[in-house]
């Protein structure tokens, strides 16, 4: 008999200790922490500065005096006479700009970039390598994007208008006093700048081929949205429509953005969640849509899908910053909050209520899915049929390349990260994974597994990897989080109600699969040792 058939007839909260029991053993074998490289600078620039056609490097020359003057608004005894920095521009118009560059965090350096808009605002802060074992959340949105839309006229100052975060103290107030400097050096060394004029392409170029050349034209751009980078990939004939299309679909994922993000405290649903438990909200298209398919995929899931794990989710996010995993005290309170159908959805006036003070929800399992689907919809509406999108891994083919007969896409080994298990030909379809290895909790240096069980409180156990495939890519992405917390009992429950393919990997390396897109047959994983 395995542990998990005797752990089935105990009480929750005995199967709640147990859990707390285990993590505390591994967590007890915590090591130094290594060298975490998150993005490499050519892919930092690449997503800091994606409106720019071009982007070059250089350096200016500070004279004295203005030295001083940036030395006084950065609040510093002396600073470097030459700035490195990198000029973004399109059509020979200024885009923006970025700077790379070290700080000292508590021990080691750490390296960053900062990007600037033409009017030498911050667009962007992103940490592209940590290597000290703690204070590691600097890298986390909800810090970084604290410093978006700031410049000379903002304090930068910890406890004011950058909140710290407990357990990285000397690394916020390292990277915000980084960032005031470079600010300086940006108001003291450069004019603001006009943004590039946004022409109105699809009046003035018609959608067709252009009448001088036959010739596919290929198109790729990247911008960050929802936390993590999409990714759009298009052919047409004219450069000028693609890159109007994807602008457009940039924008429609940045409009639903503002409408579904649960750590936006402003968006529609961040409203929500502050909301008293007896008030109710409006719900747009886009949150009733994407609303009416959790619930479809929470009764389907049997609660293994549930975007009210919002409670749970903060818990153990406070934790890691705390460095010690919730208590199974914590955890019961949290559960008390966990629960779909207790949202009250009054479908006559299209308002939603959440019925118990501190109840939240979270969109973030289903999100990206509905975004691909909404951003491939603005580019067909634009004549862009032939694209591939990728959001943060979940991929969604729309009509193959030129002269292909599909998109190749890749399933990777999730024991071994850079290892390819099977390829995959897609169009027309979505393919999404979860992962065990692909986002983490970390105590230290040990990882947890990032997707929570609604029925136990604690990171699912069981299942290491889920790659699913459909036609929707909400639905794909909804249940690449549900089918992985359900385990592979349920594969042939899951095919029976969605359609949907699906290849599962237990923690063991055994290969389950459902429907015909994973050919691989049953089979075993070498593991890491």
């Not at 003057?69 to 609040?75: D, L, P, T, V």
């Not at 911008?223 to 759009?232: A, D, R, S």
């Not at 999404?432 to 136990?456: M, V, W, Y």
């Amino acid at each position: 008999m395995t542990f998990s058939h005797l752990l089935q007839p105990m009480k929750q909260n005995v199967i709640r200790f147990i859990y707390t029991v285990v993590f505390g053993i591994l967590l007890s074998f915590d090591s130094q922490g290594q060298i975490q490289e998150f993005l490499s600078p050519n892919k930092g620039l690449e997503i800091a500065l994606s409106e720019a056609d071009e982007i070059k490097m250089k350096r200016i020359l500070a004279s004295k005096e203005q030295r001083r003057e940036i030395a006084e608004m950065a609040g510093k005894e002396t600073v470097r006479s030459i700035l490195r920095y990198y000029e973004g521009t399109r059509e020979n118009e200024i885009t923006g700009y970025a700077i790379i560059d070290d700080v000292m965090g508590k021990h080691q350096p750490i390296t960053y970039l900062v990007a600037f808009d033409p009017q030498l605002k911050i667009t962007a802060v992103e940490i592209l390598i940590y290597r000290e074992s703690y204070g590691f959340e600097i890298r986390q949105d909800t810090f970084k994007n604290q410093f978006i839309g700031l410049g000379e006229d903002a304090p930068l100052t910890i406890g004011t208008d950058i909140r710290n975060i407990s357990g990285a103290t000397v690394s916020c107030r390292s990277l915000t006093q980084a960032i005031k400097e470079k600010v300086a050096y940006m108001n003291v060394l450069f004019e603001k700048k006009p943004f590039p004029e946004k022409k109105s392409l699809m009046k003035t170029v018609p959608l067709r081929k252009d009448p001088e050349t036959d010739r596919w034209v290929e198109k790729k751009r990247v911008q960050m949205h929802m936390g993590t980078f999409l990714e759009i990939h298009a052919y047409g004939h004219n450069a000028a429509i693609i890159d109007y299309a994807i602008t457009r679909a940039f924008e429609r994922v940045n409009d639903l953005e503002s409408k579904i993000s649960s750590w936006q405290e402003d968006s529609l649903v961040g409203r929500f969640n502050k909301e008293r438990s007896s008030d109710r909200i409006m719900a747009d298209d886009d949150t009733r849509m994407v609303f009416n398919q959790s619930l479809e995929i929470y009764h389907q899931s049997e609660g293994a899908f549930d975007i009210t794990i919002g409670p749970l989710m903060s818990l153990w996010k406070i934790a890691e910053m705390n460095h010690l995993p919730p208590s199974p005290a914590e955890i019961e309170k949290a559960m008390g909050l966990i629960g779909m159908n207790r949202i009250i959805h009054d479908r006559a006036d299209q308002t939603l209520t959440l019925p118990i003070p501190g109840m939240r929800i979270d969109l973030g399992g289903i999100g990206k899915g509905y975004a691909l689907k909404v951003a491939a919809e603005v580019l067909e509406q634009s004549g862009m049929t032939r694209a591939l999108l990728n959001f943060g891994g979940q991929v969604l083919a729309l009509d193959p390349p030129p002269g292909q007969s599909s998109w190749p896409v890749w399933i990777r080994n999730p024991f071994q990260e850079k290892e390819v298990l099977m390829p995959i030909n897609l169009t027309r379809a979505s393919v999404a994974t979860s992962s065990s290895q692909e986002r983490f909790f970390q105590f230290g240096n040990q990882k947890l597994n990032h997707i929570l069980d609604p029925k136990t409180g604690f990171p699912s156990l069981g299942t290491a990897s889920v790659s699913i495939i459909g036609k929707d890519p909400t639905s794909v992405d909804g249940w690449a989080t549900a089918l992985f917390i359900q385990g592979k009992d349920h594969l042939a429950a899951f095919r029976k109600s969605t359609g949907m393919d699906a290849l599962l990997i237990d923690e063991k390396g055994n290969l389950y699969t459902v429907g015909d897109s994973f050919n691989s047959g049953a089979k075993t994983l070498s593991l890491i040792q």
